[in-house]
Nanobody
C-alpha cells in the first residue's frame, strides 16, 4: 500500500490542524494505521494508532487529550486532528500502516511495513 500524507504547513501556537493520509494500492481496512512524528534532531516518536476498523485507538501519553486519530476506510483515509498546537509540535508527521495490530504498534513494535513520506508542521509562537 502507498501512503500520501498532507495537511501540514506553518501554523500559530494555539491553532488546530488536521492531517490526512490517503492510502492506495490495497484495501486500507486490512491494515492497522498510526501516526508518528520526528522533530529536528530527535528520534521518531509514536503518537497514535488505530485498529483496522477504527474501533480501537491508542495514544502516547504525551499527546492524549490533544490529538485525535481517526479513519474513513471508505475513503482510504487516515486523519490526525491536533488541537492547541504548541511550538514543540513542530515536526515532520508520518503516517504508517501495518498488517499487524494497532496494539502491537502502541506497545512499541515499530517494524511497520508501510510509511508515508511525511508532512511538515511548523508552529510559530
Amino acid at each position: 500500500v502507498q501512503l500520501q500524507a498532507s495537511g501540514g504547513g506553518m501554523v500559530q501556537a494555539g491553532d488546530s490542524l488536521t492531517l490526512s493520509c490517503v492510502a492506495s494500492g490495497r484495501a486500507f481496512n486490512t491494515y492497522a494505521a498510526a501516526w508518528f512524528r520526528q522533530a529536528p534532531g530527535k528520534e521518531r516518536e509514536f503518537l497514535a494508532a488505530t485498529s483496522r476498523s477504527g474501533g480501537a485507538v491508542y495514544y502516547s501519553d504525551s499527546v492524549k487529550g490533544r490529538f485525535t486519530i481517526s479513519r474513513e476506510n471508505h475513503k482510504n483515509t487516515l486523519y490526525l486532528r491536533i488541537n492547541t498546537l504548541m511550538y514543540d509540535d513542530t515536526a515532520t508527521y508520518y503516517c504508517a500502516a501495518d498488517p499487524g495490530t494497532a496494539r502491537a504498534i502502541f506497545e512499541g513494535h515499530y517494524d511497520i511495513e508501510y510509511w508515508g513520506q511525511g508532512t511538515l508542521v511548523t508552529v510559530s509562537s
